[in-house]
């Protein structure tokens, strides 16, 4: 089927590239210019993956291509999927400003049947919007929305894509739905038909849910530490229950990232609008804070004056295997230890480009070794799998003082110890 994507972003390009995968006649639009021109070339702007190797396939193949024309998106594509960004405001609500534009957009180049599909995560009712636009910008504009979330995770998006665990169709007309459905059949995972509203919702309830989970377990996490208790074998007993799943049970520095701060706080914001407090959310949001700022005390209380003191830093992404730092809580603890007079070093395997900006008082260095040179401590914020192999007993010989805080507990305490670090992780 020829389908357009708009927005090429981390949704829309792996959307895209997986679709022409499957056999799909993609194009994927994309207002920056230079962006267009990278991807035709080739370059690919994000660190996923798999990614780049699909995309000069299916490139390759004459199934996935690149513009800056929804114009011609439009006319060559039955259904066009919107997948731009939907940024955070201040109020904690999101800014719906660029899904309304290529609404608008898209309505003024519509000349027969098509289906437009909000990919990019948007509060409930959002598709009711979107269709008004599309008709009040173009009357005759014979046109079905669908509201289709993504539940791909950044690191795996490729693998979630390919192998989802289930695909959510919102629909407002059954006329679309046959096309839904043939676009995912390939994919060969259960499809859901919903009506709009619920399909928006369960994107919002699925991501809030996860989140929960975090905060469930980090707070957890504390009474392990006051009890003397050990987190993982909790996690682990919880987790054998069907009914709950070991899977982000993972107790840690607290949830970051470009979706679930934003998310949570979205659902919390059109909710209050609806008129139900979801005062739980509120809750699991005040609980990953706290976490940060139980992880800094343990480092305060350990290193008393931070003042002048040589941290070292491994990890600033958002999590493993991303470049991502978008509401990395990495960063966001390396900036409070900046504030109170820290000199860091720090080392990503990814994201340190990405990074630069943010903290131009850091210095990157390009081993993760070097963290430890002449360091008062070693922070462990990110959980990249690689930093449970690096030469942890080389590397405490390089340091002042063997202070090693695990905030993602990747590391074995005992092995730990056995190499002579003073060692903090969460909870256990
Ligand atoms: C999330 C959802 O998982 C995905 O379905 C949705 O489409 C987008 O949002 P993503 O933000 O890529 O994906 O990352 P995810 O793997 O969910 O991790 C989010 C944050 O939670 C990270 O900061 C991670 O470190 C943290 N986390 C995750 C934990 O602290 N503990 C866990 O057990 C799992």
Redesign the pocket.
Known sequence: MNLAIVGSGYVGLVTGTCFAEVGHRVVCVDNDLKKVHQLQDGQIPIYEPGLEELVKKNVAAGRLSFTASIEHAVAESLVIFIAVPTPPQPDGSVDLSFVEGVAREIAVHIKDYRIVVDKSTVPVKTGEKVAQTIKRYNPGADIDVVSNP??????SAVE?LMKPDRIVIGVSSDRATGPMKEIYSPFNAPIMVTDLNSAELIKHA??SF?AL??SY?NAVAAICEASGANIERVADGMGADKRIGR??????I???????PK?LSAFIRISDELGCDFRLLKEVEAINRDQKERFLKKVRESLWVLRHKKIGVLGLA??GN?DDVRSS?AIDIVRQLIVEGADIRAYDPKAMDKARPLLPEVKMVAQAEEVADSADAILLLT?WNEFKSLPWQAMKKRMLSPLLFDGRNLLNPEEMRAFGFTYTSIGR
Do not use: P
């Open positions: 993504e539940f791909l995770r950044e690191g979630d699925s991501n996860l989970k975090i377990i899977a982000f049970l993972n107790t840690g607290g949830y970051g990232g470009s979706c679930f998310d958002f999590k991303t809580v959980e």
